[in-house]
């Protein structure tokens, strides 16, 4: 989600082309992506101004995975690990 919270606060885009949204088996060439003031075609625009379906999804990087990683608190507990494998050990089957 890293890539699409930051679209609020991206300040230029650029066109691209990529798979269509309607139809991904479609290259679309007027697709906009964010991109730096400074590359070549960046537009000063919001990503509001786009239509919806002229947005390419933004890439996953391996930055945004391990900020995902360091931020991201496990969804199970020690104590309920320690039930678990208690558990396991009593009713669970070897192999």
């Known amino acids: 989600m890293i890539p ?11 066109k691209v ?5 309607k139809d991904p088996n479609v290259i679309d060439h007027e697709l906009w992506t964010p991109c730096s003031p400074g590359d070549r075609g960046a537009v ?9 379906d002229k947005l390419m999804k933004p890439l996953l990087s391996m930055r945004n995975m391990e900020a995902a990683l360091r931020s991201t608190k496990p969804s199970v507990g020690e104590a309920d690990l320690i039930k678990h494998k208690k558990f396991a050990e009593e009713y669970g089957q070897e192999g």
Not at 4 to 14: G, M, S, V, W
Not at 17 to 21: I, L, T
Not at 44 to 52: E, G, Q, R, V, Y
């Open 4 to 14: 699409i919270r930051r679209l609020p606060e991206e300040t230029h885009f650029k």
């Open 17 to 21: 082309s990529g798979p269509s949204v």
């Open 44 to 52: 000063p625009m919001s990503f509001i101004d786009i239509p919806t």
